[in-house]
């Protein structure tokens, strides 16, 4: 027997952050090496390196998305990659910025990015 489809919305993420602890960011499914959360910053991007590839799709929001040496504008709609280990944050963001974040593959991602 096949499973269910999963439907997750920005709002049912939305109202459970901040999380009790503070965070800003839940995760919503997971499944294999997926990982899918909401993240929502306010006022600054606290983000370290993470071990596996990651990739952003803005909801809502704008503002300067820096990756690695590289700094580009961002708005809603728009797709951002980050390999694994690559320092990387939203800066000069907006008050309603609202990304779906999906972590993917092996601690130390999947290998070169072209």
Do not use: K
């Not at 820096?66 to 797709?79: L, T």
């Amino acid at each position: 027997m096949a499973e269910a489809g999963m439907h997750l919305s920005v709002a049912q993420g939305l109202t459970q952050l901040p999380q009790p602890n503070g965070a800003r960011f839940v995760t919503l499914f997971e499944r294999g090496s997926i990982t899918v959360e909401l993240y929502a910053p306010r006022g600054h991007d606290p983000q370290q390196p993470h071990a596996r590839d990651e990739m952003y799709v803005v909801v809502s929001g704008r503002g300067t998305f820096v990756c690695g040496g590289s700094r580009a504008p961002f708005s809603p709609g728009d797709f951002l990659f980050v390999p694994a280990g690559i320092v990387h944050r939203f800066e000069e963001f907006s008050d309603d910025l609202v990304v779906w974040v999906v972590f993917y593959g092996p601690e130390g991602g999947e290998g070169v990015f072209t």
